[in-house]
């Protein structure tokens, strides 16, 4: 029998990022919304932050649209980069929402790039 010891626990390093990291990135410095294809939908994401989590990457974002349509709510969104399908800057910009706190304890030692307030 084998017991668990920390180093079991230690999180799995990153897989090579995405070739549309870029594209993230960009829209995260110029603060402009992203348009993709999730869940075979059509989102517009105002994305605040792009980090690690158990090996995969993830973008933070505030849904803008989903099928051209604004959500009842705002709220932040954790969308897997990998399963963002199409993506592109858009022309439209957008402001820090008041919602995200980049200083979160499931940010620490794991954020690639967030948005500047």
């Given at each position: 029998?084998?017991?668990?010891?920390?180093?079991?626990?230690?999180?799995?390093?990153?897989?090579?990022?995405?070739?549309?990291?870029?594209?993230?990135?960009?829209?995260?410095?110029?603060?402009?919304?992203?348009?993709?294809?999730?869940?075979?939908?059509?989102?517009?994401?105002?994305?605040?932050?792009?980090?690690?989590?158990?090996?995969?990457?993830?973008?933070?974002?505030?849904?803008?649209?989903?099928d051209g349509k604004?959500?009842?709510?705002?709220?932040?969104?954790?969308?897997?980069?990998?399963?963002?399908?199409?993506?592109?800057?858009?022309?439209?910009?957008?402001?820090?929402?008041?919602?995200?706190?980049?200083?979160?304890?499931?940010?620490?030692?794991?954020?690639?790039l967030t948005i500047?307030?």
């Amino acid at each position: 029998m084998k017991l668990n010891t920390d180093e079991d626990r230690v999180a799995a390093p990153p897989s090579l990022p995405p070739a549309t990291m870029p594209v993230v990135f960009e829209a995260i410095v110029k603060q402009q919304a992203l348009a993709a294809t999730y869940n075979r939908g059509e989102v517009t994401l105002a994305p605040h932050i792009v980090y690690t989590k158990h090996g995969e990457f993830y973008l933070d974002a505030v849904t803008l649209e989903r099928d051209g349509k604004p959500p009842r709510e705002p709220k932040i969104g954790a969308f897997k980069i990998s399963g963002l399908g199409g993506m592109r800057v858009t022309p439209r910009r957008f402001a820090p929402s008041e919602l995200f706190n980049p200083k979160e304890e499931r940010y620490e030692g794991v954020t690639l790039l967030t948005i500047e307030g």
